[in-house]
Nanobody
């Protein structure tokens, strides 16, 4: 089992930046693809970004491409999401995920964190 804990969410003004972190425990994340999903109030959960186990391959939703950067530090069992030029529509609960295999826009990741709230004020 892999346990995932997100942190770094909060309230930020439009145009600002935040960095989310996801710390994994239970197993090393070296062999897992990892990613981020988000869910805004009244909307379905949606894919944000994914990164391969080595960090060499990434993929982003069109809505965040060019503004968000996903990265990972396997030595620290940690993944990050650097969010810049934030917009009000980025307001959501952000979830960290881990999956046994890398796919673009994973449909059913094996493991989920509990989520961290990001609120962007306009």
């Amino acid at each position: 089992q892999v346990q995932l804990v997100e942190s770094g969410g909060g309230l930020v003004q439009a145009g600002g930046s935040l960095r989310l972190s996801c710390v994994a425990s239970g197993r090393t994340i070296n062999n897992y693809a990892m990613g981020w999903f988000r869910q805004a109030p009244g909307k379905e959960r949606e894919f944000v970004a994914v990164i391969s186990w080595s960090g060499g391959t990434t993929y982003y939703a069109d809505s965040v491409k060019g503004r968000f950067t996903i990265s990972r530090d396997n030595a620290k069992n940690t993944m990050y999401l650097q969010m810049s030029s934030l917009k009000a529509e980025d307001t959501a609960v952000y979830y960290c995920v881990a999956d046994h295999s890398y796919t673009k826009e994973p449909r059913a990741p094996n493991y989920w964190g509990q989520g961290t709230q990001v609120t962007v004020s306009s």
